[in-house]
């Protein structure tokens, strides 16, 4: 197999990046989600998480990485039939936070100290999202990773449904503190999983072998489903692997063909992405898409509720955490030879609470 795609998504929630080449460390990729909105209810003042499915508008906002590599600039591209828009906001990846309030967040019931940005960025966003919000730079925060199977083990009898196939070897036993374009952070500060603003995992992986069965159930009029609506990081063809193969995919071995000695990286899927409205969305007119094109989720639910965890959610993609050393960093590229180099016997099982 190969790398067929690779995605970033500075500010969660908006549009990606398609990247030819992406640097990896333990916490995903460099930028990956360290900005989030959140939407400010009123008159109780609490913060409510700006997503695709709960705020669709999200699909608007397209994101561009500047040539330099300093900042992130924001563009809406308003619905049909909207007052043109263009206006643009420059977002800078690394702030200084030294002037910022910090403020406390949750997401998924996992909560962690973030900045918030100030008045200028709140008042671009509110003014086109229709309500109050607050954007908000994960910073030195950092979040847990909750459950019991979603962070990489330390063995494989930790996790009865992850009976590996093929080799021994162990999990990995810790992920650095590293924050992705940060040079302050000490890589000893924790020995435990922790993420950014990405959902539940570093990294989320995709194969095209099964984005190709999602579409032979949709009329040939609303082909092709785009690989972007189901937001993943990293896309390999699934060539040589059936569709839904990726279900019971353990570890996947990449060679790294940017790197001088071309080194080979692990990655440890341990968790599947159990899927919401989100795909349903129509990235043109930021609302539900109508037609068939609405009724994505519906028709994964026929058979792709695989996942005795969250039994009412289809499973699309697996969640990935990084393995290696404590300062392991890298970058991948599109083109990269990916293989499957461990095979869980079971499908592993939804563990996040409250999700």
């Not at 924790?190 to 992986?205: E, G, H, Q, R, Y």
Request: hydrophobic share 35%; with cysteine; aromatic share 8%.
């Amino acid at each position: 197999m190969k790398i067929t795609t690779l995605y970033v998504y500075p500010i969660k929630g908006l549009r990606g990046i398609e990247v030819q080449q992406a640097q990896i460390g333990p916490q995903g990729v460099r930028y990956d989600r360290h900005f989030m909105l959140y939407e400010v209810r009123q008159p109780s003042g609490e913060l409510k998480k700006v997503q695709l499915d709960s705020h669709p508008k999200c699909a608007l906002f397209e994101q561009r990485i500047t040539a330099d590599g300093a900042s992130v600039t924001v563009c809406y591209h308003s619905p049909p039939g909207g007052n043109p828009d263009s206006a643009t906001l420059a977002v800078p990846l690394e702030p200084d936070v030294a002037s910022l309030e910090k403020i406390t967040i949750d997401l998924h019931g996992s909560t962690a100290g973030a900045y918030s940005m100030g008045a200028n960025f709140d008042e671009w966003f509110s003014a086109r999202f229709g309500v109050p919000v607050r954007f908000v730079y994960i910073g030195d925060g950092k979040r847990a990773v909750l459950g019991n199977t979603l962070p990489p083990k330390q063995t494989q009898s930790e996790s009865p449904a992850a009976q590996l196939q093929g080799g021994s070897g162990g999990w990995l036993s810790s992920l650095t503190s590293y924050v992705t374009g940060s040079s302050a952070q000490s890589a000893a500060a924790s020995n435990k999983p922790w993420i950014t603003f990405t959902d539940v995992a570093p990294l989320l992986v995709a194969s095209e072998s099964s984005l190709k069965d999602v579409n032979a159930r949709l009329p040939e009029e609303d082909r092709p489903m785009p690989m972007y609506k189901f937001r993943p990081n990293v896309v390999v063809d699934g060539e040589g692997e059936d569709a839904w193969a990726e279900d019971f995919w353990a570890e996947l071995t990449i060679r790294a063909e940017a790197e001088k000695e071309k080194k080979e990286h692990k990655l440890l899927l341990t968790g599947n992405c159990v899927r919401c409205t989100s795909l349903n969305v129509d990235y043109k007119t930021g609302k539900p898409a109508v037609g068939e094109m609405g009724n994505v989720l519906k028709k994964l639910m026929k058979d792709r509720r695989v996942d005795t965890g969250s039994k009412w959610s289809p499973v699309f993609g697996r969640y990935a955490f990084l393995s290696g050393g404590q300062d392991e960093h890298y970058t991948l590229s599109v083109g990269d030879e990916v293989k499957v180099t461990k095979r869980n016997t079971e499908r592993t099982v939804w563990d996040w609470p409250g999700l």
